[in-house]
């Protein structure tokens, strides 16, 4: 079995640390942060999670919150006229589960039973390369599972595989109580040429069935530019206000939403990236990067976290097959390109359809997903398994016949100069 150093104490790092310790490696975890930093820190981020990551967490039996927290359901998704009026909506009809719960209470609590299990956990402010270096000699293999902090630039940008080289969005989060009424589903609203105000529910670090509000505003646009110096409180009457201009009549649910605590909304930008997998560090070690730190999603199709689920997964499975052979940096590449292959790609190319306005052909298919209960489903279930999207959802030489093997009527591919199904 290998002695296996993961550095980062997110999503990725800790859900690979528990596959690991299964599988009989030696697993030692860095963090910059102790458990109860983590607990009382800032939110860093929203991680609402699908069926398929989720199941993958529950076999390793960490989804402990189950119990106590309301679960998603399904997502509606709704695109907004620029009067503010609905232009079309899309329900789908079965609404497949989904769950949210505060980074800061999982990842804290997991890295508590992540040592219960019997790994080795340092908290050590790894601040440079150099102290990388120095700290991980004589690990068979070590993982660089930081996020899109600075250890991120270890991996050179793959300008092939990154869909932009700018923020599309400046993103605003906030967790909220007393959303009225508690519904279950998640709302992503789309303002075109303005950006998106999606809310999910979320299970909270305060033990409260809450909302996570994401706005994702154009830059220049009116959801974007709010001032630097709001808190969090003054943020969220200024989002409010403004939502209520561009959407008005619609926001009856956040009229009493609160802010949970001080330190939960966060504001910042995120260029989607993707990242060349390997670095050799000044000894000659080479290292594989892992979640965040080499595949970067804005957050508005809600890939990021899950992808960075399924890639722990695969490397799992690729480490356990290959225990007891040296793991080299061509190892790591291949282990890299076949996810990204697999997965990868596909999740990288929701999050950039989504942010990008849509071409003629997938107007017409959320044209259909409001008329055809089956291209809806197809739809919102490509946000949950983004592989299901392609390719008829971004080659149009594939979207006629996939939306007429659903039964959308010829005259509305026609309209949008459309080929039907062959037969
Ligand atoms: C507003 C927002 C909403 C989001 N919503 C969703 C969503 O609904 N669904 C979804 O799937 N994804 C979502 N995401 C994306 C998701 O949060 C990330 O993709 C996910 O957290 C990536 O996990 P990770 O482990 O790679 O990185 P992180 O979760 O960022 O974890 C990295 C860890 O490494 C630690 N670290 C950093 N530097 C060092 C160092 N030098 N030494 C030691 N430790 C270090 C950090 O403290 C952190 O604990 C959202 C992101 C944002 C910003």
């Not at 030692?28 to 967490?57: C, W, Y």
């Not at 080289?165 to 992503?188: A, C, M, S």
């Not at 409010?240 to 949970?260: F, H, M, S, W, Y």
């Not at 282990?335 to 052909?361: C, I, K, R, S």
Request: charged fraction near 20%; charge should be negative; hydrophobic fraction near 40%.
């Amino acid at each position: 079995m290998a002695n296996i150093a993961i550095v980062g104490a997110g999503q990725a790092g800790l859900f690979l640390g528990f596959g690991l310790l299964e599988d009989g490696h030696e697993v030692t975890l860095f963090s910059d942060q102790t458990h109860d930093a983590i607990l009382n820190g800032r939110v860093p981020s929203g991680m609402g999670l699908f069926e398929d990551a989720v199941k993958k967490e529950a076999a390793l039996g960490l989804t402990f919150w189950e119990e106590v927290m309301t679960l998603g359901e399904g997502a509606v998704l709704q695109m907004i006229n620029p009067d503010g009026s609905v232009w079309l909506q899309i329900t789908p009809p079965v609404p497949r589960p989904h769950r949210g719960v505060d980074q800061r209470l999982k990842n804290s609590r997991w890295m508590q039973e992540l040592e219960r299990r019997g790994a080795t956990v340092r908290i050590v402010p790894l601040a440079s390369p150099g102290d990388l270096d120095a700290q991980v000699a004589g690990f068979d293999l070590v993982l660089v599972a930081t996020g899109k902090g600075p250890f991120s630039q270890l991996f050179a940008r793959d300008p092939q595989r990154s869909p932009f080289d700018r923020p599309p969005r400046h993103i605003i989060g906030l967790h909220v109580k007393n959303f009225r009424p508690e519904v279950r589903t998640g709302t992503i609203r789309l303002l075109p040429g303005v950006g998106e105000f999606v809310h999910t529910p979320f299970y909270s670090r305060e033990n409260l069935q809450g909302r996570f509000l994401l706005i994702e505003g154009i830059p220049g646009g009116p959801l974007d530019g709010f001032p630097r110096e709001l808190s969090g409180r003054e943020l969220l009457e200024a989002v409010q206000q403004t939502l209520r201009a561009l959407i008005p009549g619609q926001l009856e649910d956040l009229k009493e939403a609160e802010l949970i605590s001080e330190q939960c909304w966060l504001r910042g930008s995120i260029t989607p990236t993707v990242r060349h997998p390997v670095s050799r560090l000044a000894s000659g070690r080479s290292v594989l990067g892992l979640g965040d730190a080499v595949t970067a999603h804005d957050p508005l199709a809600a890939q990021g976290g899950n992808n960075a689920t399924h890639m722990a997964d695969f490397y799992r499975s690729r480490i356990r097959e290959h225990t007891g052979r040296t793991f080299t940096a061509e190892w790591m590449q291949q282990t890299f390109d076949d996810f990204w292959h697999a997965y990868g790609q596909y999740a990288m190319g929701v999050t950039a359809g989504l942010l990008m306005p849509p071409a003629p052909h997938q107007q017409a298919v959320l044209a259909s997903a409001h008329q055809v209960p089956a291209v809806a489903a197809a739809l919102i279930d490509g946000l949950f398994d983004p592989r299901t999207l392609f390719p008829w959802f971004v080659d149009p030489a594939f979207t006629g016949e996939f939306l007429s093997s659903r039964g959308v009527p010829l005259a509305l591919l026609e309209q949008f100069q459309l080929a039907p199904h062959p037969s």
